[in-house]
């Protein structure tokens, strides 16, 4: 495999932004279980700044993805105006640079640096659980509340179905998931069928980042959200979501440096104690609920089976690939939707 000089990419990029001022030093500050790349910047003047280059799915997406998120940051009300980082902006637009050649077609956006306060504790009490299902709620809310001034969106959660049904089609995609085919197809029929039924035309969308990871956001010493940063699953979406990374961050077990994806934290006693006080704030629909198995159906056929390979190194997609056909598709069927309607009063 021949080894991509991100260095280069990204010094062409600073160069096309702005040549005036030098570069010092590039450091990559990328998470290590991911496949994407980060880089703090330092200048010869002692400034910084963060540079993110992908290379997975669609530049458009990418350039799509990042002026939402700008919008998203410059229009959210306090106390969440600073939670998300700037984007360096050029000629009034968000600033993205496109390298391609014979090997790779990579783009990049830097970022003003965030501010971090405090990480989640690994394993949370049951105070630390009710301050965050009301934190959320409120970051949810606002989020809503500006969805209407952002910029459309062009990628659905059913845009991505078809793109997945597309690939199974190609001769790369029947090679890569073999005997996996038609349950991925049958998996995929689900999701579009459940999706019309439970949420397509009575819930509404807002902008979401699914992968809340304990590494990917601070909070202050009261537990309020401070800082929300890593934007790769970022979309336009429905809020529950972002519920399934939240039953990880609350589930009993904690945080956790060797990982699968099951769903049982979903239906774990602490996720509900999440869910309630977050109902409390910004109440939850019936078919919300009820979408929640589907929401999980979806992160697995997108993010572990479609786009594995390129979020997580080459023994962690293979892992999760496989546990998704032995483990997780199996046990959605077991999810118990009234349980959780039953514990948040909804009839």
Partial sequence: ??????????KKAWAEFDNTIQIHTIEDISARVST????????????????????????EHFLEDHRIIHALANNLLYPFENVLAKSLI????????????????AWVVFY???????????????????????????????????????PKSSKTLRSDIWDLLDILETEVGQFEHRMHVEELKHQCELFLTNRQKLVAKTVETMPVFVDWNIGNFSVTSNFELFSRWDYDWFRISYRVMDF????????????RTVFSYVITTLME???????????????????????????????????????????????????????????????????????????????
Avoid: W
């Fill in 1 to 10: 495999m021949r080894l991509v000089d991100y260095q280069t990419i990204i």
């Fill in 36 to 59: 994407n790349h980060v880089f703090r910047v330092r200048f010869e003047d002692g400034d910084h700044i963060i540079a993110k280059l992908s290379y997975f799915g669609k530049h």
């Fill in 90 to 105: 050029r000629d009034g637009q968000v600033f993205t640079y496109r390298y391609k050649d014979a090997f790779i077609d």
């Fill in 112 to 150: 003003n640096p965030i501010r971090i306060q405090q990480k989640l504790p690994r394993r949370l009490e049951d105070h630390h659980i009710q301050m965050l299902g009301r934190q959320i709620a409120k970051f949810h809310k606002a989020c809503s509340r500006v969805s209407t001034v952002l």
């Fill in 244 to 255: 399934y990374f939240f039953s990880r961050v609350v589930s009993s077990v904690g945080d």
């Fill in 269 to 347: 006693d602490r996720f509900l104690l999440f869910l309630k006080e977050y109902h409390t704030v910004f109440p939850l629909t019936e078919n919300e609920i009820r979408f929640l198995p589907e929401a999980y159906r979806f992160f697995i056929l997108n993010y572990v089976i479609k786009y594995g390979r390129y979020f997580f190194h080459r023994t962690y997609a293979t892992k999760l690939q496989r546990e998704a056909y032995e483990i997780y598709f199996p046990s959605i069927e077991q999810f118990d939707a009234d349980k959780i309607l039953k514990a948040l009063g909804i009839s």
